[in-house]
């Protein structure tokens, strides 16, 4: 499985992006899902998660400004960022946890990451 994130750039602080992870390969299942974000100099941090039934949480910086989502195969996960503001930047990296069928064993895989730029 891997996955492939898209949707960073510049953006005035105020404004919004949606980021985008599409996953490809063959003969998986993926059960949770989830958007990370590394600002320069800090520690990977977790943004916002989202379960296989759709079931959403997100960090306190976060919350009631960005919504996390996927589309109905389960397969593409979004992330809608609105009201974003100068510490909302960083790379992020999608991350997702899949079940591979020919050995029923549970994995984990990470994106590429893609940058997130507000300027205030």
């Known amino acids: 499985v891997q996955l492939q994130a898209s949707g960073g750039g510049l953006v005035q602080a105020g404004g919004s992006l949606r980021l985008s992870c599409a996953a490809s390969?063959?003969?998986?299942?993926?059960?949770?899902m989830a958007w990370y974000r590394q600002a320069q100099g800090n520690q990977r941090e977790l943004v916002a998660q989202i379960s296989s039934g759709g079931i959403a949480n997100y960090a306190g910086s976060v919350k009631g400004r960005f919504t996390i989502s996927r589309d109905n195969a389960g397969n593409t996960l979004y992330l809608q960022m609105d009201s974003l503001k100068a510490e909302d930047s960083a790379v992020y990296y999608c991350?997702?946890?899949?079940?591979?069928?020919?050995?029923?064993?549970?994995?984990?895989?990470w994106g590429q990451g893609t940058e997130v730029t507000v300027s205030s």
């Open positions: 390969g063959s003969r998986f299942s993926i059960t949770a």
């Open positions: 991350n997702a946890n899949y079940v591979a069928h020919m050995t029923s064993r549970y994995l984990e895989v």
